[in-house]
């Protein structure tokens, strides 16, 4: 099993990269403020069960073909950038909802598995995410202890608990902002919209950056 050094500082090493807002953090952020509170932590939700599909992935080897394969990783990555883009697109549109979301006005939206189905693609879609556990997990197995796929697959675990926290802690706070705009509807439709823009933006940055070569 992977010794308490090596756990730890893959920790540490997890918890900076999780606690920069990356494409994750943002889009939680995003929906935090299109839709609130408990969107926001379905999302995190998502985004985590389809980071641990990618630690799954190295776990078995695919994320060497990812790594190696600029034809691949561009296409992942391009699928999660259009992705956001259309999400965001689609909160934008919507914007001029939310306060009667908000204030009871309206029936309250459906839709919770499909949050959390956005997240999971968002997730897993994750350039950034996909690049760390491609590049860096491996360096912490100890292959002398056995079991690599079960040291990698417990590793993963790890950098998903923490950023189950600082997520959800992001979102928290963004969704807390959003009800304070709540008593203005233009202010809210601002806010709602900024969501949009917020998921559109980040579309538009992961599509744009990453590998070159």
């Known amino acids: 099993m992977v010794s308490t050094d090596r756990a730890l500082a893959f920790a540490a090493m997890s918890f900076l990269l999780i606690v ?3 494409p994750s953090v943002l889009f939680v952020i995003g929906r935090a403020l299109a839709q609130g509170r408990r969107a926001a932590l379905t999302t995190v939700l998502g985004n985590t069960m389809g980071a641990y599909v990618l630690v799954v992935a190295v776990a078995l080897g695919v994320g060497a073909v990812v790594e190696r394969s600029v034809l691949v990783f561009t296409a ?10 259309y999400l965001g697109v689609k909160a934008w549109r919507r914007r001029g909802e939310l306060h009667a979301a908000v204030t009871g006005d309206a029936p309250p939206e459906r839709g919770g598995l499909r949050t959390l189905g956005e997240g ?3 997730g897993v879609a994750n350039p950034k995410t996909m690049v760390f556990f491609a590049a860096v997990l491996p360096q912490f197995v100890d292959r002398s202890a056995g ?5 990698m697959l417990f590793l993963g675990l790890v ?7 600082l997520d959800s802690a992001w979102g928290l706070v963004a969704a807390g902002t959003r009800d304070w705009f709540a008593g ?12 949009g823009l917020t998921m559109i933006g980040l579309g538009v940055t992961v599509a744009v950056t990453g590998r070159k070569d």
């Open 120 to 122: 999971f693609v968002v």
């Open 147 to 151: 079991n690599v796929t079960a040291q």
């Open 20 to 22: 920069i807002p990356g």
């Open 184 to 195: 203005s509807p233009r202010r809210l439709s601002l806010v709602g919209g900024a969501g």
């Open 159 to 165: 950098f998903n608990l923490i950023a189950i926290v």
């Open 76 to 85: 992942l990555k391009l699928i999660g950038a259009g992705y956001l883009v």
